[in-house]
């Protein structure tokens, strides 16, 4: 996963002027969360948490938080109350406390198989308390297999904070539920960098939870047609 680090931090570059505003997206998270798991207050760790709009929203809304964000797009946090964020690698870090709530919006499936059952282990057995719910954003293949062989022209935007002409193209690979996102400027194609995310369809899911101890309560929306992603409501299993 050497490329995680780079690719976030350089995306960021491009995208971080326009996209670390709080947006209608950060309401609908915490509006996903309170609908999940009432509206607390709770202790929530959110991971991933890239610009860390999402994580000032959920702090705004009276949740304490701590954020895990390994590039360098922490650069764009709003501070706020209640807020922690944490410029580190959720594989490593040491986190002293239980949460109420694990979030992973937009990023679950960077990684193997084993990374992601490394990962909900940690979620299981460290960091959510008996009872707490993780919501969990999951690539949905469906939508990422029809976008196959795409390509985009991205023009500069400079009025909405998008100063970069950028190239994008997205290939699936069905073998391996993988789906590859590259980007370049297009003046410099050959610096083009990819982001690779493992897709899951929730029978998937079900199977790679297996022995973490988390379970799949519920998925949101049910219907998987046209999302790109889809919320996995996961539990700790009860023995
Ligand atoms: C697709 S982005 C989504 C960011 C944010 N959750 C959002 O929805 O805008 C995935 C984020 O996860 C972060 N990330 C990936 N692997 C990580 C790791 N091992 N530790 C901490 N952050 C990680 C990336 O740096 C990136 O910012």
């Not at 976030?8 to 309401?27: C, F, I, L, N, V």
């Not at 297999?145 to 023009?155: I, L, M, Y």
């Not at 935007?157 to 290939?171: F, K, V, W």
Request: glycine share 8%.
């Amino acid at each position: 996963m050497d490329w995680v680090k780079d690719f976030y931090s350089q995306t960021g570059t491009w995208w971080g002027p326009a996209e670390s505003k709080t947006s209608e997206r950060d309401h609908q998270r915490v509006a996903k969360v309170h609908a999940q798991a009432g509206d607390g207050p709770w202790r929530i760790l959110e991971l991933g948490s890239g610009y860390g709009t999402t994580a000032a929203a959920l702090a705004t809304a009276g949740h304490t938080v701590t954020a895990v964000e390994l590039s360098d797009r922490v650069r764009f946090q709003t501070p706020a109350e209640r807020l922690t964020v944490l410029n580190e690698d959720f594989y490593t870090v040491r986190l002293r406390q239980e949460f109420d709530i694990v979030c992973y919006f937009n990023g679950f499936g960077i990684g193997s198989d084993p990374d992601q059952r490394r990962l909900l282990t940690r979620i299981a057995a460290e960091w959510l308390r008996p009872g707490g719910v993780a919501l969990i954003d999951v690539y949905n293949p469906f939508t990422w297999n029809s976008w196959h062989g795409d390509e985009e022209h991205r023009h500069p935007d400079p009025s909405q904070g998008y100063a970069y002409e950028l190239h994008e193209r997205t290939t699936f690979d069905p073998v391996t539920c993988t789906a590859t996102d590259t980007w370049w400027p297009a003046d410099r194609p050959h610096e083009a960098i990819s982001q690779k995310l493992r897709c899951y369809t929730p029978a998937d899911l079900t199977l790679l939870l297996e022995g973490t101890g988390l379970r799949l309560d519920k998925i949101d929306p049910t219907n998987l047609r046209d999302e790109y992603e889809y919320l996995a409501v996961l539990r700790p299993v009860t023995r």
